[in-house]
C-alpha cells in the first residue's frame, strides 16, 4: 500500500500546500479541518479523503484518526499537524481564556493528535514521520506574542521528547515559520504597508509563502529525511538569526 498522510489543518495556507506536495510526491493524503466548504475543494483537487473535525475537542482528533485508517487507500506513515493561532495582545491584556485556547490549539491539540494516531504510525512498515509547527517567536522575543510563543515553545519541547521516546521507529520533527502569508495571518498581512515592513525585518526582504514551506515539510514527512529527526528547523528568511542591518 501506498503511504498515507494525516494532515491536521489541511486547509490552512501552510496546511493545504503541504497536502499539495505530498499528493504531488505520491502520497495518499487524509485532510483534516473544521470548514467542509473547502476540504471538499481541496480533497476534490488532489483525490484526498478528509474529516470534518475540531481540533479542540479530542473526539473529532481520534474520529479523524479512524477515518483515515479505515478509509483503505494506505498505511498511515506520516501526521502533519499544522494546526496554530495569531493571538497578539500585550501581556496586561491576555485572559486566562487566551493562554488557554492558545495551548489547548496548539500543544495539546499536537499531543492528542499523536496519540490517536500512534499505533497506526507504529504499525507502518518502514519508519514513520511526525511533524509539527512552531514560531520564530520563540527563538525571537517579540512584542504582544507571550500566549502564542508559550505554547509554541511547548510544541518545541514536545518535538524533542516524541523524538526521543519515539525512536528508532517514528522520527519526530518541527518547523518554526516566520510570518507567512496564510489565511490566519491576513490581519497582519492584508494591510500592503504592514505587509512590506514585517517584509523588511526579514534579511530576505519578505514575507513567507506556504510553498517556501511545504518542500521542507514533505521532505521531512518521507523517506528523504530518514535521519532526521528531533530538529526545530526554522523557515523564516533568516529571522531567527541574521541581522543584516545595525
Same mark, same amino acid.
Given at each position: 500500500m501506498q503511504p498515507l498522510h494525516l494532515v491536521f489543518g489541511g486547509t490552512g495556507g501552510i496546511g493545504s500546500a503541504v497536502a499539495r506536495a505530498l499528493h504531488a510526491d505520491g502520497a495518499a493524503v487524509h485532510l483534516v479541518a473544521r470548514d467542509e466548504a473547502r476540504l471538499r475543494a481541496l480533497a476534490a483537487e488532489i483525490g484526498a479523503s478528509f474529516t470534518v473535525a475540531d481540533v479542540e475537542r479530542p473526539e473529532d482528533v481520534v474520529r479523524a484518526v479512524k477515518d483515515a485508517t479505515e478509509q483503505g487507500v494506505g498505511e498511515l506513515a506520516g501526521l502533519c499537524y499544522a494546526v496554530g493561532t495569531i493571538n497578539l495582545k500585550p501581556i496586561g491584556r491576555l485572559t486566562d481564556a487566551d493562554f488557554e485556547r492558545d495551548f489547548r490549539v496548539n500543544a495539546l491539540g499536537a499531543a492528542k493528535a499523536v496519540q490517536a494516531a500512534l499505533p497506526a504510525l507504529k504499525a507502518w512498515r518502514g519508519t514513520a514521520s511526525i511533524l509539527l509547527f512552531s514560531t520564530v517567536a520563540v527563538a525571537q522575543g517579540f512584542t504582544a506574542h507571550?500566549?502564542?510563543? /508559550?505554547?509554541?515553545?511547548?510544541?518545541? $519541547?514536545?518535538?524533542?521528547?516524541?523524538?526521543?521516546?519515539? !525512536?528508532?521507529?517514528? +522520527?519526530? @520533527?518541527?518547523?518554526?515559520?516566520?510570518?507567512? +502569508?496564510?489565511?490566519? !495571518?491576513?490581519?497582519?498581512?492584508? @494591510?500592503?504597508? /504592514? !505587509?512590506?515592513?514585517? $517584509?523588511?525585518?526579514? #534579511?530576505?526582504?519578505?514575507?513567507?509563502? #506556504?510553498?517556501?514551506? !511545504? #518542500?521542507?515539510?514533505a521532505l521531512l514527512l518521507s523517506d528523504q529525511g530518514g535521519w532526521i529527526t528531533g530538529q526545530i528547523i526554522g523557515v523564516d528568511g533568516g529571522r531567527s538569526s541574521l541581522r543584516t542591518k545595525g
Open positions: 507571550a500566549s502564542v510563543a /508559550m505554547a509554541k515553545g511547548a510544541v518545541e $519541547g514536545l518535538t524533542t521528547a516524541l523524538a526521543a521516546e519515539l !525512536a528508532p521507529k517514528i +522520527r519526530v @520533527n518541527c518547523i518554526a515559520p516566520s510570518l507567512t +502569508r496564510t489565511p490566519l !495571518a491576513a490581519s497582519l498581512t492584508g @494591510n500592503p504597508a /504592514m !505587509a512590506e515592513a514585517i $517584509g523588511q525585518l526579514h #534579511p530576505l526582504q519578505r514575507l513567507g509563502e #506556504p510553498d517556501d514551506i !511545504a #518542500p521542507l515539510a
